[in-house]
């Protein structure tokens, strides 16, 4: 359909440029050479655990024990490309479970060195806490970490061992990306959900194996950061994730979340949802974006043969394919309706949450599009943003509620009007969906000198940045020596919080300040910085009652408040 093909264009201008960054989500976190700790560690007897599949054998780190790449499913290669995950072919022996595995294929970006193109990559990892060696027979909660951005990474980037020391199981989990885990065709089981069964299939590994590494099956934290935490979104109100897991965690998640034209980069259009495309678009982004492999057949099969046929190399070298499928499809098996729509209505798994954003979101792709490569966002690039987002009428309400004379720059402001409009408005969005039905327990992660991990050049003020808040619940050799004392007690509050709720439903550790659920009547949201923990108005600290009060005049999608 020619008049959906421009805006995708724009959308892959994009994924180039702003949304590199949720592919550094992983980077930082290690080298691709050696993700995660490793340079201390040794095998030693009683690290072989016998899994489902057969024995696998892992290595010492300090008090914990680590297992490294793991498979869940078999190798999607061939006529398993673009299909469901099936299931391991057991093997004979003591598998190596000491070294990283294969990432799934992805492409280097410019701020993140990593490539791949193996396709036998479904593996996770596994580090155990120390009390799995102490007490053998009490089982401990299990943590399931699905990484950021869909289209970069890999699950062995995480360290898992500072989540492990406050006593939970750590899996971390590959999933295919971009154009492997979302391509979608006529007639295709499970087009644009690849990835999503991939995490599944990851979670059901879960369940069957935990027992075997000192876990609880029976008490299972799905947790997620960005586009990972969307896909918990998605495991939520996908009927075959039932009873897979028990507690749910979205770090910056784009679940309930629009987008406004232009809120990331010039040219690139609005979306009425960030993560969710209907199956029809994700099979006429495939369309378009395999139209120069010489696949296309009137015939989806053939077109399909075509494509598994294809050398992994040969569909990476599409500029912008990988970027071009960060969104998951519905209307199928695993997502039968949009997500947004099934969080509103009470059609999801019924599960505590614990949910939240940064307070800075959006400094991170404005301070990415402009000044860390050189170009500077002047007051007329501020107008012309808003006006792209806006209108011309409404532009002029923005900017008299959001002057440029109230920021240090029209960059900060920019980044402060989509922070506030579409992140803080989505987050508070879900977290009011859930909330009708389910324990939610909601942040806001509010240290604006939290370490920069990224190698980005200039001195934009990036705030507390999206995913700002993740190397203080899993170690982070970037960020970690930079960390002052006040945001290494941070850090082992909201470890502790994390691992609390993990085990009980409920983020309430032991010397922490009290955090009490969030409720349609009383949205408490607790901020967390250095030197401060508590209540925070998120409502008014974002600004929400203009944009609430305004989103009439823009035809705008409605919060359930």
């Known amino acids: 359909m020619i008049h959906r093909r421009t805006p995708h264009r724009a959308a892959f201008a ?93 492409v280097p970006s410019a701020y993140a060195q990593i490539s791949s193109t193996e396709e036998d990559c479904l593996v996770l990892n596994v580090t155990t806490p120390p009390a799995a060696d102490r007490h053998p027979r009490r089982a401990a909660p299990v943590l399931v970490w699905i990484h950021g951005d869909g289209s970069v990474g890999g699950g062995g980037f995480f360290d898992g061992r500072r989540p492990a020391e406050r006593g939970l199981v750590v899996v971390t989990v590959n999933y295919r990306l971009g154009v492997f885990g979302g391509l979608a065709l006529p007639g295709l089981p499970g087009s644009g959900t690849f990835g999503l069964q991939d995490q599944r299939a990851a979670l ?82 495939t369309t378009e974006m395999t139209s120069t492999l010489g696949c296309r057949d009137r015939r989806p099969q053939r077109t399909l043969a075509c494509l598994r046929a294809l050398p992994v190399k040969t569909i990476l070298k599409v500029p912008h394919i990988m970027n071009a499928f960060q969104a998951f499809g519905y209307g199928n098996a695993t997502l039968p309706e949009l997500p947004p729509k099934a969080l509103r209505a009470g059609r999801f798994h019924r599960v505590p949450v614990l949910s939240g954003a940064t307070l800075d979101e959006h400094r991170t792709f404005v301070g990415m ?23 011309w009428r409404f532009a002029k309400r923005v900017r008299a509620e959001y002057p440029t004379d109230a920021f240090p720059s029209p ?57 700002g808040d993740i190397p203080y619940l899993f170690e982070d050799e970037t960020a970690e020596p930079r960390f002052t004392p006040a945001q290494r007690c941070l850090s082992a509050t909201m470890s502790g919080y994390w ?55 823009r035809g705008e999608i409605t919060s359930p408040r």
Request: charged residues 20%.
């Open 204 to 285: 059901t590994w879960v369940r069957n194996n935990a027992r075997a590494f000192g876990g609880d099956p029976g008490n299972v934290t799905v947790a997620g950061v960005s586009f990972g935490a969307s896909a918990v979104a998605g495991h939520l109100t996908s009927p075959a994730s039932k009873g897979l897991f028990h507690r749910a965690v979205m770090a910056s998640g784009e679940a309930v979340m629009d987008m406004p034209a232009g809120a990331m980069g010039p040219g690139v259009p609005g979306y009425p949802w960030y993560v969710w495309r209907a199956g029809r678009e994700m099979e006429d982004i």
């Open 411 to 467: 960059a900060l402001a920019w980044a402060t009007v989509i922070t506030d409009r579409m992140w803080a408005r989505g987050t508070q969005a879900q977290h009011d969906s859930l909330a009708r039905y389910v324990p939610v327990y909601a942040y806001e992660f509010a240290d604006r000198d939290a370490p920069m991990f990224l190698p980005l050049p200039g001195d934009f003020d990036f705030g507390a940045f999206h995913a």
């Open 14 to 106: 994009l994924t180039a440029t702003a949304l590199t960054f949720t592919a550094l989500l992983s980077a930082p976190l290690a080298s691709a050479a050696n993700p995660g700790p490793g340079a201390e560690e040794t095998p030693r007897t009683g690290d072989t655990v016998r899994t489902d599949a057969g024995l696998v054998r892992g290595a010492r780190s300090g008090a914990h024990r680590v297992f490294r790449g793991i498979p869940y499913a078999g190798a999607p290669k061939g006529r398993h490309r673009w299909a469901p995950p099936r299931p391991v072919q057991p093997w004979k022996g003591v598998r190596d479970a000491t070294k990283p595995g294969p990432l799934c294929p992805q």
């Open 499 to 553: 691992a609390a709720f993990a085990r009980t439903g409920t983020p309430s550790a032991a010397g922490a300040p009290a955090w009490p659920p969030y409720t349609p009547h009383l949205p408490y949201t607790q901020s967390l910085a250095p030197h401060r923990i508590g209540p925070v108005d998120y409502y008014r600290e974002h600004n929400l009652a203009f944009w609430e009060a305004t989103r009439a005049v």
């Open 369 to 391: 599009l402009y000044d860390a490569v050189g170009r500077k966002f002047t007051e007329a690039d501020y107008g012309r943003a808003l006006r792209t987002a806006f209108g």
